[in-house]
């Protein structure tokens, strides 16, 4: 399906480092690029591993105020004056030197992303889908960071892709934490679908994403959020993405696909409170794949995102996000090269995973075979169909 795919790494992204004590440890951005490479993916003809260029001021200016990137350089300089003011310079996000420019070079790999991707594979500098795992910084706001984010690159490759002349961009979520710095950025746009799947706001950073925030005046309907329980596991979640996303999808028809990949619903995650395996996340990422060739004529750019079993789950994850864009999925149950793993246990004194599966199916029951009242995850998914698909003209019990 896959004709051009880029990567884009720069060594340079693992300075985005908040300290060893840090649960984003850099490391694990290390591991994820060494492991595509030790798959060889990086040499597949269809595969571009690209250098991206740093954010400039007027790119970061699409989506964030001239105080707030002066204020990051600032810090960037003298991390000493961070006080929290701008949301950095706090436990969850310290300041640390050369700040803004590691976060402005994720931020330009995103735009890069999206550039190459509006260009299309016909272009020598085009793709179908682009790849940034370093990226999906979706909790910093236009003037203030939160949540481990400086600059948001997802939403700086949206507002991009709108600069360019695209006239509707999907945005889907599947970090465990709501993407309420892209929703606030796109909050009355009705340009921008966004949908976001996560733990409950009730349990977990950063308290928003209930179903009842569908945007703004101009454009109800068009932000929407999955509220899911704590503890479910693969066949729940996979449940309420195909009862969520692919209709609305079909139904907005976006000229481009942007999706967070977030690995934090994992079971091991340290951070969280949802039970995904490996293989959900592996499903989910081939899901989006075939959704953006569906609906988005093949247009697709896929970021990181949050997750912190930086060893086990992290690397693995993104490999497979990597693999199945460029149209070579790695089979769940190959074994991971014991190269790999021995790099892994060289930079942090751990032992690597064994196979590239935690033993799941990728099996669900579709909500069109029922809604069951009692059940949590099925009162999360119709609280969200009911709370956007009118909008949309479609009908919240249609399928069932």
Known sequence: ???????????????YDFGSW???????????IDLIRAFGLHTLPELRVCAPKSATEADLALVHTDAYTAAVRAASLDPRIADGTFGFGTEDTPAFAGMHEVSALIAG?????AEAVWRGPEHPDG?????????????????AAAGFCIYNDPALAIARLLELGAERVAYVDIDVHHGDGVQRAFWDDPRVLTISLHESPRFLFPGTGFASEVGGPAAEGFAVNVALPPGIADAAWLRAF??????????????VLVSQHGTDTHVDDPLAHLALSLDAQRTAHAALHA??????????????GGGYATVDVVPRSWTHLVAEAAGHAIEPTREVPLDWREEVRMLTRQAGPHRMTDGGTGDFRPFSTGYDPADRTDQSILATRRAVFPAH??????DL
């Open 291 to 304: 959704l953006a060739h569906e609906h988005a004529g093949g247009r697709w750019i896929a970021t990181g």
């Open 393 to 398: 003209g479609l009908d919240p019990m249609f």
């Open 1 to 15: 399906m896959s004709r051009a795919v880029h990567v884009l790494w720069d060594d340079g992204m693992t300075g």
């Open 109 to 113: 790999a995103s735009i890069a992303a």
């Open 242 to 255: 195909d009862a969520v996303v692919p209709p609305l999808l079909a139904d907005f028809r976006p000229d």
């Open 127 to 143: 793709a179908d889908h682009a790849i940034n795992f370093a990226g999906g910084l979706h909790h910093a706001m236009p003037d």
């Open 22 to 32: 840090h649960p984003m440890n850099p490391v694990r951005l290390r591991l994820t």
